[in-house]
């Protein structure tokens, strides 16, 4: 058995045992994740663990996040694949692999530049060519794409950043974890008409949205 078959295998289990037993329902999702390699966006030494059921290291202080919350955030957009989307917070790249099986395009936005240019190589070399890679604050959202029918922010904001609440689509839907440096909640907004309704889902631990609408450095 070859490296990439014996990494399928354990992508297949992943989704088994870590997602679809845990709940995660939307059929879409569950694909995107049993395709996307997430052991390419992983680095090197730490590759054994690419599909274990927790975050990983990716450099910079930042992390590649655990496979469950990955699809549970990706599941609370709810996308049907027509939709444009905003990543906050790329990363490796990985969330933004799944978005671009659930959703025509996506756009993502990620501050350190090193991050930035390692995900889009990556990227690029899946051939996943919806997906475009900014470098900058994404507290500020895109606006040169605006308005998005979903935007996911991946860093944890002490509030939902208003620009971001404002470039959403209607109907559209924003889901970040809000909450302390430390703790928070995953939050659900979505714009109907002038307003938004919003709902929590479950507790998480994510790395600080540093920004000027998010945690200072
Ligand atoms: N989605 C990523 C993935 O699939 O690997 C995981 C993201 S990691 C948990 C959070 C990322 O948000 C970090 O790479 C961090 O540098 C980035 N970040 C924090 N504040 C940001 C901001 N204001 N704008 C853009 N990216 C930001």
Do not use: C
């Not at 590649?64 to 027509?82: C, D, H, K, N």
């Amino acid at each position: 058995m070859d490296e990439e078959q014996h990494y399928q295998i354990e992508r297949l289990q992943m989704v088994a045992d870590q997602l679809e037993r845990r709940g995660i329902v939307d059929q879409r999702v569950l694909q995107a994740m049993r395709n996307v390699p997430r052991h390419r966006f992983v680095p090197r030494q730490y590759r054994d663990l690419s599909y274990s059921d927790g975050p990983i290291p990716i450099g910079e202080g930042q992390t590649i996040s655990q496979p469950f919350i990955v699809a549970l955030m990706s599941q609370m957009l709810a996308l049907q694949g027509e939709e444009k989307v905003l990543e906050v917070g790329t990363g490796s790249g990985y969330q933004a692999a799944v978005l671009a099986h659930l959703a025509k395009q996506v756009y993502t936005i990620e501050r350190h530049e090193l991050l930035a240019k390692r995900a889009s190589k990556e990227l690029q070399v899946l051939g996943l060519d919806n997906v475009r890679v900014y470098v900058g604050d994404g507290t500020l959202g895109l606006v040169e794409h605006a308005p998005y029918d979903a935007i996911l922010v991946t860093a944890a904001a002490p509030e939902a950043p208003r620009p971001l609440l404002e470039q959403l689509a209607q109907g559209g839907r924003l889901v970040i974890p809000v909450g302390s440096r430390g703790a928070q909640f995953l939050e659900r907004w979505q714009r109907k008409g002038a307003s938004y309704e919003q709902d929590v889902s479950i507790p998480v631990a994510f790395v600080p949205l540093v920004g000027r609408h998010g945690w200072r450095e």
